[in-house]
């Protein structure tokens, strides 16, 4: 499977979630989507990201729009850190880098002088449709969530 391309139909999907929920693509058309990549559960970065999404999920809401994060952390991790911060979105589980393979977010980074793969935050915006329209990749989290809603309201 290759990765997304803008302005082309994102492949069909389907992974698991919190709420015991499978997420497919193909059940998601007629709203718009938002997937945003995270490297881990309750660490400073994602939660702040989580909590900007979480605090504009109305506006999201209104425009039709349903959002997902991911990351490559088990649906208990993701079932704990959703109901801690109350996240009214789902969390998508990718063990198997699925996901993180057909949005090419798996990049080589350092920590402490040491290099591994791991995802590099990323934020994708599908259309009702089911096209990619926007993508933003090595995203820093300050603002972020707001420039993405204005990129849905100009959808």
């Not at 938002?34 to 999404?53: A, H, L, M, R, W």
């Not at 490559?72 to 990718?94: T, W």
């Not at 009702?128 to 926007?134: D, Q, T």
């Amino acid at each position: 499977m290759s990765s997304v391309e803008l302005n082309k139909t994102v492949p069909d999907f389907e992974v698991p979630a919190t709420g015991d929920q499978t997420v497919r693509l193909a059940d998601l058309r007629g709203q718009n989507i938002v997937i945003y990549f995270y490297p881990k559960d309750n660490t400073p970065g994602c939660t702040t990201e989580g909590q900007d999404f979480r605090d504009r999920m109305k506006e999201f809401a209104e425009l039709d729009t349903e959002i997902f994060g991911v990351s490559r952390d088990g649906l208990k991790a993701h079932e704990n850190f959703k109901a801690k911060y109350e996240f009214p979105f789902h969390l998508i589980s990718d063990k198997d880098e699925t996901l993180c393979k057909l949005f090419d977010v798996i990049k080589l980074k350092k920590l402490y002088g040491k290099e591994h793969l791991g995802i590099e935050r990323s934020t994708f915006l599908i259309d009702s449709e089911g096209v990619l329209r926007k993508e933003w990749r090595g995203v820093k989290v300050k603002g972020h969530a707001d420039e993405v809603l204005e990129a849905v309201k100009a959808l």
